[in-house]
């Protein structure tokens, strides 16, 4: 995208008399910074472009000093804009130095911009300066362009009639008269700039265009055939203007050539200019051929108005061939390359026919003035000022240490290093970067610095073996090869090794095993079926093939366990456990890799006797693979919230059972017992219970296959439990099951941030609040209970169904499943929650500093296959409430919290060291959401506010959601409302949509997901949205004579007709937009005719009006008026956070910064 760029600064670099002025300017390092410094970053590229031995140099040096970021040096801009900013740019940092005129010396040209009257020959001028001449490619209205550019150089200085309405007013006559008004060329710089127009406007589409027609240009442009235009012989005196810049007066010709004679002094170019009489008076000693150019440079423009290519076409003064650079790549071209470049086609054509034309065509042309006097040629390297013989000198020095860099890049190998830290015992990963020839030895030492074990081990106790990461897999040592080169012992220098190293350590009185090539790594963990135990591996090597006696007399060696009564166990993948049970296979037959874990037990009990699926070792090897350790976060416990969940249980369950579960956690003296009391008491529990179903499994169903493992049997209902069964079978090490269907149904994940202060209370206030919310207990064999309101749960479940629903089929416990959650109980009816015991352990845990006064810790290790609704009941004697009334929050790295609900989801998501918090609060039933409530304020500065956390479910009407909102509303927020004096609607973002009426059903009308929001808006009056075919609209009037908006209102139309609304559409709310803006940004009254349309498109209720009365005026603004009305409407709209995004977008100017990067105005659009 820097092609414009590229092609200016490859024309300037081929200019000889620009570079050479730029090689004399001198940089003063003490009086500026090199980086910012424009004209030292542009004498360095030259420098390089003709010195430096690369293919190509990038301008990232010059952009920067232009103060571009990224996003401005690869923004696409016009070629000529970029000229014009870089030369002011020269001019400004050149001040006061030799070259403070250089740009007008050589680019700088002169004309007159005149009006003569016609009837007095009265003439009133003045003299304008250019730097390039811009050429009309097609006259405005006409379909015929000019053909070349001598025929519009003519158009340019051809002088119009100021005739009719357009009449002159003379000064000499005092009148209005018939006029000529014209440009007329006064003098020609010596590199003379033409620009050829070829982006236009199109009216028509009101689209910018490129104009592709053919233009040809000459290789040589006589510019003496422009000055001789006859101006028309007047019977009077010629009069002038000569302003020198913008005044005007008037003086006779005599004193305009005394005027011009003195510029004449200082100027170098040409200045040519028509005397008083029709004979024209040259410059002495002016020569006709001094107005002959060359062209030297053709800068092309491949592409359209919306972008394209830009790429330069020079010729060099030093051989006289044509080059075409286009970018990094320079190639010689002919004469017949040129000639491409004229554009277009020949014949007649329309409008039009330009956009069927080739889009590559010149954009700029550059002539030298023919001129051996004055033609240069380039500087030679001998020929170089002393500066810029020592910039070449440091460049050279930068560019030999480069190549040194990027030679030993080329010899470096680099590769992974991982070491085991000897005493932190964590993995650690690095890059080493050793050169081919560096010894092994050598690489050692840079790896034992590289990962700090100089003050942890001697470096004779390490050593670099080759590593597989992947496959955690030693495969070889290199004893003996320590003087060996590093190239040759890791196969050559490559970009990526297909191994790695690691840095092996020992301690002093151990010895370094020697890893052989074709040998496979084994990780051998001895298990203790006694004490339940694996311990940490050993490693030992063997061959593939050797056969399993022989690996068992290796391991025995290794551990010193007797090989007879061995029993081995491969782990080929996770939870795959395979038990070596023929002698004579070899390792390869029985699936070993180059990596492999195998867990070996030698006791003396009966257990090898077993089926290998039923045995101990089995069920303990079975639960280590699948076995995670948490961490869980347990709530503060406060009196006063434990005594209100324990009146709670009370009114709601089975009084003595919840009596006796709160006992059980109390101690003597009404305090909360302690978890480690809680600990100790389980654990007892915890053994005599495990034996005891242990010895059930081995006497129970005697139709299962023995091959079939526990996991596989995870889902399976086991007897029904007996309703009478006391309080002990919750406990915390039984078998998981629900008090009550409701107690455990699942809704999605909630996938939203719960930091929120309401939404995370210790204690939601949902537990009291609602009617909704007290069904939450019942009885083991789920009858009816009654409930502290004096209803039953059926009673409440039924009362929010809707009359739609009576007739049919009971769909409440399934329409969960449909929305693909899952239901806690299968199609038999049984409870899924019933399903055999799985390992769950808990020990309090000290956290780090901070966690909070109250807080608890404890550390779980629990199987992964264990469902979230039985981790939750193995948690409830920890947290002193039942599962069904705390919550459980996964907390990631992040530490944003997120709360888990599908409770028939197992704990396979997670993963060692997971953090978990609890939290207390009703947890959500069967068909439920939780739901955040905001409160809409359309005309605050701040219109959305956070209300509190509600409980929808699926088939509630928006009447009985708002019925169990208002005791909350009342509780939490302090609001005292009547059902119909505030409504429901749709919220996305900060932005009010459809209004729920009182009739909807959730899921059915409305759609509710997890973690929905909702706008709650308190109504001023009686609602007046009673059906869909309404569409409520928020209005605003607009008064332009007080610059004001008055305050929102809310308008109700009947239908979408525009006959009720003359008024504009201007988005959603809050739609904020400047008073400065609003009066000319608008499009005020569109002719549309219904609402749904454009432009409007107000489909939904939401939309914002902008109305203003059309005989009211816009208020006059003095500039100290409209100064602090900006800075207020820029402060209220940073504050509301909102931009004016309204207009069209606009293109970005071409800047250069002067002193760096630019200080961005974030006030503006």
């Known amino acids: 995208m820097t092609c414009y760029l590229n092609s200016l600064l490859q024309t300037l670099f081929m200019t000889p008399e620009f570079r050479n002025a730029l090689y004399k300017w001198e940089f003063e390092e003490s009086e500026e910074d090199p980086v910012t410094s424009i004209p030292y970053q542009l004498q360095r590229l030259f420098v390089l472009l003709q010195t430096s031995k690369k293919r190509a140099i990038e301008t990232t040096d010059v952009t920067r000093s232009f103060g571009w970021d990224s996003s401005e040096a690869w ?43 016609l009837e007095c020959g009265y003439e009133g001028w003045r003299i304008d300066t250019y730097l390039d001449i811009p050429l009309v490619i097609r006259p405005y209205g006409s379909s015929q362009a000019f053909a070349s550019v001598e025929e519009a150089l003519h158009a340019f200085i051809q002088p119009e009639i100021l005739d009719g309405p357009n009449q002159y007013f003379c000064e000499r006559c005092k009148k209005k008269c018939d006029a000529r008004k014209g440009l007329r060329f006064l003098h020609f710089p010596y590199l003379l700039t033409l620009q050829l127009k070829r982006f236009d406007f199109d009216y028509t589409t009101m689209h910018r265009i490129k104009l592709n027609d053919r233009m040809t240009f000459p290789e040589e442009l006589d510019m003496s055939t422009f000055i001789d235009v006859e101006d028309e012989k007047s019977p009077q005196t010629e009069s002038c203007t000569d302003s020198g810049a913008e005044n005007e007066g008037s003086c006779h010709s005599d004193q305009m050539s005394n005027d011009f004679s003195n510029d004449d002094g200082v100027d170098e170019g040409i200045c040519l200019e028509n005397n008083s009489g029709t004979e024209k008076i040259p410059k002495p000693g002016l ?70 034309a080739s889009s590559t065509n010149a954009y700029m042309l550059i002539y030298r003035l023919k001129d051996p006097a004055r033609n240069a040629k380039f500087l030679e390297v001998d020929e170089y000022p002393e500066h810029i013989k020592n910039l070449v000198q440091r460049e050279r020095e930068l560019e030999e240490q480069e190549k040194r860099q990027r030679e030993i890049e080329r010899n470096t190998c680099k590769i992974k290093l991982f070491c085991l830290h000897p ?201 280590h693979a699948n076995t995670i350790r948490l961490f869980v976060l347990l709530p503060e416990q406060s009196p006063g919230s434990y005594s209100k969940r324990t009146a709670y249980q009370k009114a709601g369950g089975d009084s003595g059972n919840v009596d006796d579960d709160c006992e059980r956690v109390k101690g003597p003296a009404g305090s909360l ?64 099951q629900t008090s ?30 609602s009617s909704h919310s007290s069904d939450t207990l019942c009885n083991a064999d789920n009858a009816q209970i009654p409930l502290a309101n004096g209803l039953d749960s059926h009673s409440i479940t039924s009362s929010r169904r ?92 992040s530490n944003q919290e997120f709360e888990s609900v ?38 605050e ?97 607009w008064r332009p004579s007080e610059m004001k908006l008055d305050p929102f209102q809310e308008v109700v139309l009947e239908s979408s007709s525009v006959d009720e609304l003359r008024e504009k559409g201007r988005g959603t709310f809050p739609c904020d937009i400047s008073v400065l803006d609003i009066h000319q940004d608008l499009d005020w009254n569109p002719k549309v005719s219904t609402l749904n349309v454009w432009p409007l498109y107000i489909c939904d209720d939401g939309a914002v009006i902008f109305y203003r009365d059309r005989t009211e005026e816009l208020m006059e603004l003095t500039d100290e008026q409209r100064n602090e009305l900006m800075k207020k409407e820029s402060s209220r709209l940073q504050k509301t956070g909102h931009r004016v995004t309204y207009s069209p977008r606009k293109e970005k100017a071409l800047k250069i910064y002067l002193d760096g990067a630019p200080n961005k105005d974030l006030t503006q659009d």
């Open 902 to 939: 599908r409770l028939n989801e197992t704990l396979s998501s997670f993963s060692d060291d997971n953090k978990i918090t609890i939290r207390l609060g009703r947890a959500l039933k069967k068909g439920e959401y939780r739901v955040k409530v905001y409160q809409l304020l359309v005309n």
């Open 287 to 356: 020569e006709k051929n001094s107005l002959i150019y060359e062209l030297f440079s053709v800068m092309v423009h491949s592409g359209s108005a919306a972008g394209g290519h830009y790429y330069a076409c020079i010729k060099s003064f030093s051989d006289e061939q044509w080059y075409s650079f286009n970018d990094q790549h320079v190639s010689r071209i002919t004469q017949e390359d040129i000639k491409k470049t004229h554009g277009g086609s020949s014949g007649s054509r329309g409008y039009y026919s330009s956009a069927f």
């Open 673 to 736: 017992k302690s978890v480690e009391a809680i600990l100790e008491e389980s654990t007892e529990k915890l053994k005599s219970l495990s034996l005891q179903q242990q010895q059930e499994g081995d006497n129970g169903d005697s139709s299962k296959s023995t091959e079939t493992s526990d996991f596989e049997n995870i889902e399976s209902p086991l007897n029904e439990r007996d309703s009478s069964a006391s309080v002990d079978n919750r406990e915390l090490e039984q078998h998981m």
């Open 740 to 769: 009550d269907p409701e107690n455990f149904q699942s809704e999605e994940r909630s996938d939203s941030d719960v930091n929120n202060d309401r939404s995370t209370s210790s204690v939601d206030s949902d537990i009291l609040s």
């Open 802 to 893: 809707t009359k739609a629903n009576e007739g049919k089929k009971e769909t409440w416990d399934t329409a969960e499943e449909d929305s693909g959650t899952d239901s806690e109980y299968d199609e038999s009816g049984k409870s899924r929650g019933e399903v055999q015991y799985m390992y769950f352990k808990a020990e309090p845990y000290a956290a780090d500093e901070g966690s909070g006064e109250g807080h608890k810790w404890l550390m779980v290790h629990v199987d992964k296959r264990i469902t979230l609704a039985t981790f939750k009941q193995h948690l409830e004697p920890f947290v002193g409430v039942l599962s069904s009334h705390f919550k459980v929050f996964r907390v990631y790295a």
């Open 75 to 117: 923004q696409q801009h016009d070629v000529q804009e970029l000229c014009r900013v870089m030369f002011d740019a020269l001019e400004q940092k050149w001040k006061q130095t030799e070259q403070a005129d250089l740009i007008n010396e050589l680019y700088q040209g002169k004309l007159k911009d005149y009006v003569r009257c």
């Open 423 to 623: 005493v932190k015992q964590v993995m650690m990963e690095n890059k080493l970067e050793v050169h081919k020839d560096k010894t092994l030895r050598e690489a050692v030492e840079m790896a034992y610095k590289m990962m700090d074990l100089e003050e942890v081990i001697p470096m004779d106790c390490c050593r670099l073996v080759k590593y597989d990461e992947f496959h955690d897999y030693l495969e070889r040592s290199y004893e003996g090869e320590e003087d060996t080169p590093m190239g040759l012992l890791l196969g050559g220098v490559k970009s990526t090794y297909m191994f790695d190293l690691l840095l092996e350590t020992r301690r002093p009185d151990q010895v370094f095993q020697s890893y052989k090539p074709g040998e496979v790594m084994v990780k051998v963990h001895v298990v203790d079926l006694k004490a339940e135990s694996v311990a940490a591996p050993v490693t030992v090597r063997a061959y593939l093939n050797e056969t399993v006696t022989e690996f068992k007399q290796l391991i025995s060696k290794a551990i010193h366990l007797p090989a007879e009564t061995m029993r081995i166990v491969l782990e080929r993948c996770y939870n795959d456990l395979r038990l070596l049970t023929v002698p004579s296979k070899t390792l390869k037959a029985e699936g070993f890799f180059r990596s492999n874990k195998v867990f070996v037990e030698s006791s003396e009990t009966l257990d090898y006797q077993m089926a290998f699926t039923d045995s101990h070792l089995w069920k303990l090897l079975d639960r």
């Open 941 to 1037: 500065q701040e219109p959305c506010k956070f209300l509190l956390d509600a409980v929808f479910a699926k088939g509630m009407t928006v009447r009985q959601s708002k019925e169990e909102l208002i005791p909350q509303l009342r509780e939490q927020c302090g609001l005292e409302l009547s059902i119909d004096r505030f409504r429901l609607r749709k919220k996305t973002w900060k932005n009010p949509g459809t209004v729920f009426l009182d009739y909807h059903i959730y899921e059915e009308d409305i759609n509710i997901s997890s973690n929905w929001e909702v706008f709650l808006e308190v109504l001023d009056g009686v609602e007046k949205m009673k059906s869909m075919s309404q569409l409520a609209v928020l209005s605003r009037r």
